[in-house]
Nanobody, 124 residues
Framework: QVQLAESGGGLVQAGGSLRLSCAAS????????MAWFRQAPGKEREFVAA????????YYIDSVKGRFTISRDNVKNTVNLQMNSLKPEDTAVYYC?????????????????WGQGTQVTVSG
């Protein structure tokens, strides 16, 4: 069993930056692909970024490419999301997710473990 705990959310002005972190416990998450999703009020939870365990290849939705960077530390069992040039439309609850296997996925149903989420609010 893997437990995930997000941190680092908050309120920031448009154009600012935040760094989200996700700490895994319960077992090592080696061999797991990791991802960040987000859910804005009244909207479906959507994929934001993912990273492979094997070579740390990263994948992003188009709207965050060039602004967000996902990274992982397999020794510390953490995955981070550096968010720069934030926009009001980035406002959402951000969730960390883990998926057994080395391949990343973009559908929430393909992930096995989830954190409780952290709120990110970008004021315009």
């Amino acid at each position: 069993q893997v437990q995930l705990a997000e941190s680092g959310g908050g309120l920031v002005q448009a154009g600012g930056s935040l760094r989200l972190s996700c700490a895994a416990s319960g077992r090592t998450f080696s061999g797991y692909a990791m991802a960040w999703f987000r859910q804005a009020p009244g909207k479906e939870r959507e994929f934001v970024a993912a990273i492979r365990w094997s070579d740390s290849s990263a994948y992003y939705i188009d709207s965050v490419k060039g602004r967000f960077t996902i990274s992982r530390d397999n020794v510390k069992n953490t995955v981070n999301l550096q968010m720069n040039s934030l926009k009001p439309e980035d406002t959402a609850v951000y969730y960390c997710a883990a998926r057994r296997g080395t391949l990343v996925a973009t559908l929430k149903g393909q992930y096995d473990y989830w954190g409780q989420g952290t709120q990110v609010t970008v004021s315009g």
